[in-house]
């Protein structure tokens, strides 16, 4: 007996389409998150009352920390259109990205005040959220020096990636985050909460996947295959 195709439908297109809005929406979700707080700071009437070289620094401080979001997501496999190697290779891209944002956050920030820049790296600084600062921006150097010369270091796949990089990296992720929270700055209360939250959330998310302290290896997910 013949069957409509009415009874039988293919649902593939309907599967490609549900793919796609998912897609969307993880891409516009992840754009607010980015640019809702830079906008924010835009809009500041402190900016008013500060120097252009204080106001770059600062805005370099929040791109670090926008590109501190996007960097769990990216090796995580969370975000569309990125797996694997490629996923990997965006992945040092970022943090090639973001080494120059805290440099440049650093550097501006030297420029208008040089000795107090000296204490805060030698933390001689009084203020909590310098310390804090100071800790994720060594953090940060170190991972990318760990990244840079992996292969001439000939450390061990476990030790290498999944203790010291997961180390640093999360003690980027919370000093990063104990750092914007202290400042009363530009950042709305908000929008900043809102990012750091979000930056914490991932991190903890994509280091719980990887199984860091798992002596068994860490079987391939679905998203990365």
């Given amino acids: 007996m013949p069957t409509s195709s009415y009874s039988r439908p293919d649902d593939g297109g309907g599967r490609d389409d549900v793919t796609r809005v998912r897609a969307i929406l993880i891409w516009a979700a992840l754009a607010a998150a980015v640019v809702v707080p830079i906008a924010v700071a835009a809009t500041s009437p ?18 670090a920390m926008a590109l501190l979001l996007v960097q769990p997501l990216i090796i995580g496999g969370f975000l569309p259109g990125f797996s694997g190697r490629l996923a990997r290779k965006v992945h040092r891209g970022i943090g090639a990205l973001l080494v120059l944002a805290v440099v440049v956050h650093v550097a501006a920030l030297w420029v208008t005040s040089p000795p107090d820049v000296v204490d805060v790296l030698l933390f001689r600084s009084p203020t909590p959220f310098s310390v804090w600062g100071v800790i994720a921006m060594w953090a940060v150097f170190a991972a990318a020096l760990l990244a840079a010369f992996r292969q001439r270091l000939k450390l061990p796949p ?68």
Avoid at 46 to 63: C, D, E, K
Avoid at 169 to 191: D, Q
Avoid at 192 to 205: E, G, I, M, P, S
Wanted: hydrophobic share 60%; with cysteine.
């Fill in 46 to 63: 402190l900016l008013a009352w500060r120097q252009p070289v204080y106001i770059a620094a600062g805005f370099a401080g929040i791109v």
């Fill in 158 to 225: 476990r030790l290498w990636w999944r203790i010291a990089h997961t180390a640093l990296a999360a003690a980027t992720a919370v000093g990063s985050v104990v750092h914007a929270m202290l400042i009363e700055g530009t950042m709305g209360t908000v929008s900043k909460a809102a990012l750091c939250t979000l930056v914490l959330l991932a991190t903890a998310k994509v280091i719980a996947d990887l199984r860091v302290w798992s002596l068994r290896p860490r079987r391939r997910s679905a998203r990365a295959r």
